[in-house]
């Protein structure tokens, strides 16, 4: 297998919360490097990168799993629209 370079690493820290498979086309897009969602996993765990697809709320800063359509997490997303609700009533 071939060695992984410096810069599929820097990918890597850059696509990893998007999840593997994102990773994987980012490499093909950005080096023309193929790898298989497999060794990027693997790769990821080993360099310290973490895979976990999640999203941070532009609202409170924290990190959750995933977003709600509105981009905010769950609980800001909850305040909003009862701020919304009171502002219609
Ligand atoms: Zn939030």
Do not use: N, Y
Not at 3 to 18: A, I, K, N, S
Not at 37 to 64: D, N, W, Y
């Amino acid at each position: 297998m071939r060695r992984w370079t410096p810069e599929e690493d820097e990918v890597l820290r850059q696509c990893g919360r998007m999840g593997a498979a994102a990773c994987r086309r980012a490499l093909r897009a950005e080096l023309g490097a193929k790898r298989s969602v497999k060794a990027v996993q693997h790769r990821a765990s080993r360099i310290g990168v973490s895979l976990f697809e999640h999203a941070t709320c532009p609202m409170c800063g924290r990190t959750v799993r995933r977003a709600k359509p509105s981009g905010l997490c769950a609980r800001c997303d909850g305040l909003v629209r009862a701020e919304a609700r009171k502002r219609r009533m």
